[in-house]
T-cell receptor, first 113, second 111 residues
Framework: EPEVTQTPSHQVTQMGQEVILRCVPI?????FYWYRQILGQKVEFLVS????????KSEIFDDQFSVERPDGSNFTLKIRSTKLEDSAMYFC???????????FGPGTRLTVL | QKEVEQDPGPLSVPEGAIVSLNCTYS??????FMWYRQYSRKGPELLMY????GNKEDGRFTAQVDKSSKYISLFIRDSQPSDSATYLC???????????FGKGTHLIIQP
């Protein structure tokens, strides 16, 4: 069964460093998303991406964040200058159409020291 | 206001019991309703997906949506220890809208 994959599973970085989190969505899906979950808190929407551009973004998704689909299979989230409060699980998700259910990847645990 | 409320639990029931999990939401524009299961430090796994009001059944799982009272439920019949997890409800208005999640209910099925 097709699934969303994410790498790395765990990323440790120093405050102020840039990180890139990578995702491979399900191959025939057209909508891509990033969510994050701070330990013990809700899963929060960051951004949706369709047709090579951002469709929606939340207040969390400020100028330090960016997304890219560099080729036909990968979808990346870049955090330019990490802060301690960026420590969280980051989940990639995809759906075939905007109203269809989202399928999530296993997540990347980001730890900012 | 985009909010989904869910009792975080924990909810502990004996094996074989019927489990009822619930959420309320405030935004009447929400039309799509999902239930996800999440094991510790793993990604949310889709269990049920419904559009608008009504019931949907899939094996031991039944999802109910009552849009008039903005209330969504998930029932699990013949609960098993492997059902122990956190259950997340999520809603959206459709399109490329992000999902709005509840905080999740931590369910424990006692053998």
């Amino acid at each position: 069964e097709p699934e969303v994959t994410q790498t790395p599973s765990h990323q440790v970085t120093q405050m102020g460093q840039e990180v890139i989190l990578r995702c491979v969505p399900i191959s025939n899906h057209l909508y891509f998303y990033w969510y994050r979950q701070i330990l013990g808190q809700k899963v929060e929407f960051l951004v949706s991406f369709y047709n090579n551009e951002i469709s929606e973004k939340s207040e969390i998704f400020d100028d330090q964040f960016s997304v890219e689909r560099p080729d036909g299979s990968n979808f990346t989230l870049k955090i330019r200058s990490t802060k301690l409060e960026d420590s969280a699980m980051y989940f990639c998700a995809s759906s075939s159409r905007g109203a269809d259910p989202l399928y999530f990847g296993p997540g990347t645990r980001l730890t900012v020291l | 206001q985009k909010e989904v409320e869910q009792d975080p639990g924990p909810l502990s029931v004996p094996e074989g019991a019927i489990v009822s999990l619930n959420c309320t939401y405030s935004n009447s524009a929400f039309q799509y309703f999902m239930w996800y299961r999440q094991y510790s430090r793993k990604g949310p796994e889709l269990l049920m997906y419904t559009y608008s009001s009504g019931n949907k059944e899939d094996g031991r799982f039944t999802a109910q949506v009552d849009k008039s009272s903005k209330y969504i439920s998930l029932f699990i019949r013949d609960s098993q220890p492997s059902d122990s997890a956190t259950y997340l409800c999520a809603t959206s208005g459709g399109g490329a809208d992000g999902l709005t999640f509840g905080k999740g209910t931590h369910l424990i099925i006692q053998p």
